[in-house]
């Protein structure tokens, strides 16, 4: 008798990373009801622009300049992670070539407001960093999209890659709404944020990283 064929060793490697960073700060706490109260006011004097948003509001970009001293703290701290999580491959003694600037600024959304798929062209890294959930901590939730998507689809749509525990890899990673939650991630990513159903608007802060040349040293 031809005895069982022995299980192959078999390693999976999900290749080509794309990070997405969640993170509560040590401070976030203190940071929710100042940023509160800094969005409502400028709510409150100004009508906003429309970008990606559907139905909510959206401030201009100069969050840094009226968002007081939790909007900065928040964006030092935000800058500090993304510093860590970005390295310059031909730096010299570690020196890197980059310096990254801020642009920030606010959402807010009532129950049955979104924003649809999107990305931000001339960004390195982007971040929101939830300031409300609006009463509905299980929708409103911020979604990824894998930029493969259309190409899979395309050949099987109702095939999907498992990984080596035989969960599905899907096209679509989901992030659910937390006070004090911040989520960081390439700007490059297409991603959108579904409406959600609760009691109050949603609140939000969104910042854009942008990498620049340094200056050349003195």
């Given at each position: 008798m031809t005895p069982p064929a022995a299980e192959p060793d078999?390693?999976?490697?999900?290749?080509?990373?794309?990070?997405?960073?969640?993170v509560r700060l040590p401070m976030a706490d203190q940071l929710i009801e100042p940023l509160r109260a800094a969005i409502t006011a400028r709510r409150q004097q100004s009508k906003g622009i429309a970008r990606s948003n559907i139905l909510g509001w959206?401030?201009?970009?100069?969050?840094?300049?009226?968002?007081?001293?939790?909007?900065?703290?928040?964006?030092?701290?935000t800058m500090k992670l993304c510093g860590r999580f970005t390295s310059d491959i031909v730096a010299a003694q570690g020196q890197s070539r980059y310096e990254m600037g801020m642009e920030m600024w606010a959402n807010m959304s009532p129950a049955g407001a979104s924003?649809?798929?999107?990305?931000?062209p001339g960004s390195f890294w982007s971040a929101s960093f939830y300031v409300d959930d609006?009463?509905?901590?299980?929708?409103g939730l911020f979604v990824a999209q894998?930029?493969?998507?259309?190409?899979?689809?395309?050949?099987?749509p109702?095939?999907?890659?498992?990984?080596?525990?035989?969960?599905?890899?899907?096209?679509?990673h989901r992030i659910a709404p937390e006070p004090g939650k911040l989520v960081i991630f390439p700007s490059w990513m297409m991603h959108a944020v579904?409406?959600?159903?609760g009691s109050r608007d949603r609140i939000s802060v969104a910042m854009n990283i942008i990498a620049m040349p340094a200056p050349p040293p003195a």
């Open positions: 078999i390693n999976v490697n999900m290749l080509f990373a794309t990070p997405v960073i969640e959206h401030s201009d970009t100069e969050m840094l300049h009226w968002g007081g001293n939790a909007a900065q703290t928040l964006a030092v701290e924003n649809q798929m999107h990305c931000h609006g009463g509905d901590p299980e929708d894998d930029p493969r998507f259309p190409m899979i689809r395309m050949a099987a109702d095939l999907v890659f498992t990984d080596a525990e035989g969960n599905r890899q899907l096209s679509q579904r409406p959600h159903t």
